[in-house]
Nanobody, 114 residues
Framework: VQLQASGGGLVQPGGSLRLSCAAS????????MGWYRQAPGKERELVAR???????NYADSVKGRFIISRDNAKNTLYLQMNSLEPEDTAVYYC?????????WGQGTLVTVSS
């Protein structure tokens, strides 16, 4: 499984971005997938995920601001990020779990700064 993340960039505080993660395989039969991020000097942390086809979890720091979604017809996972804060600056990685394996995208950089 190959994952291609995109959509990162520079945005001002309070702005929005939508990240995309295009998969090389169908997502229809994959339930567990999501996004992590890693800020400079910090450990990678979970941002949002699907734990089943329609159940989602979010980090407390992004609840109410970020929305994870999926389009199985396009084999794509999304992360809509609103009300961005400088603390959201990080490299964002998408992943999918297939059986016992975890596949990662290459990461996309999000910088929130005025």
């Amino acid at each position: 499984v190959q994952l291609q993340a995109s959509g990162g960039g520079l945005v001002q505080p309070g702005g929005s971005l939508r990240l995309s993660c295009a998969a090389s395989t169908s997502l229809s039969n994959i339930n567990r997938m999501g996004w992590y991020r890693q800020a400079p000097g910090k450990e990678r942390e979970l941002v949002a995920r699907f734990t089943s086809s329609d159940i989602t979890n979010y980090a407390d720091s992004v609840k109410g601001r970020f929305i994870i979604s999926r389009d199985n017809a396009k084999n794509t996972l999304y992360l809509q990020m609103n009300s961005l804060e400088p603390e959201d600056t990080a490299v964002y990685y998408c992943y999918v779990n297939v059986r016992v394996f975890t596949y990662w995208g290459q990461g996309t950089l999000v910088t929130v700064s005025s």
